[in-house]
């Protein structure tokens, strides 16, 4: 009777205990999405619905805020006026699309022979450089935005995108996460695709990129996610708003257009959470590949 007893009690506690960490789990998840529910039920409320539930913060005014889940007139006027009507932000969106697609182009381009250099190869000062290169990763942009702008400025590139790609393309951010897939390709299989015949350039086009492709893309999926939303390098080194990028365009929506700017920030979110759909087991093992996690 005693074992019986203490079997049940040890299922029951684990039973609380998987009930507490799915509550914990579940309410943590929900925390996290109320903003994009926010915004979503904000998206689709007119602007009389608008006014009458923020007029305490459009005018300043002492009350309380009235907040509806479910919009009483659910319309999909601001995303029409923004798709259709609004120029502007077409132009600014392809204008993220044109500058994400090339930072992350480039990355590829020298991010990933880089870490492979790093990964594979032994040479002299390869200790310091790598370790240069984690702290140049670890510092944050206002400590390097000056250094940028004067060699921009130098070649006569700041006012263009070439301003903002650049100095993201030779980030050292995706050298570290892709290194450590390189890194964990066993020395034997190297050897011996060497004694096989294999040149260098064969061993990293055919051996070392297929065995770290999901940690080359989960760099490209958080190199996407950065960039998409980045703001303070085009603030610095653009002054024409006609090369900005979306994530710029957001800030400049009053707040008697908080409809407006719900379905801005909403058309803007749509783009990271699809490309987070698409590769989120990838990113995941990718992450895990390179020793990012735990």
Known sequence: MNRVYK??????????KSSVLLIIVVGTGILFCLPVLVLLAGSLA???????RMEAVIRNNFGYIIWKWIPDY???EHYRRLLFYTPQFLALFWNSIKIVSCILIGQLLIAVPSAWAFAVYEFRGKRKLFSLYIILMLLPFQVTMLSKYLVLSDFNLLDTHLAVILPAVFSTFPVFLIY???ADIPRELLEAAR?????EIRLFMQVGI????NGILAAMVLGFLEYWNMMEEPMAFLKDKS????SLYLPEISVEQAGFASAASMLALIVSLFIFAIFK?????????SGIKG
Request: with cysteine; aromatic share 8%; glycine share 14%.
């Open 7 to 16: 079997m049940t009690g040890r299922r029951f506690s684990e039973k609380c």
């Open 46 to 52: 007119d602007e009389v619905e608008w006014t009458q």
């Open 74 to 76: 659910p319309t999909g």
């Open 180 to 182: 450590r897939s390189f």
């Open 195 to 199: 004694i096989d015949g294999a040149g």
């Open 210 to 213: 297929p065995l770290s492709g």
């Open 243 to 246: 090369l900005w990028p979306l």
């Open 281 to 289: 087991d990838t990113l995941a093992s990718g992450i895990i590949s």
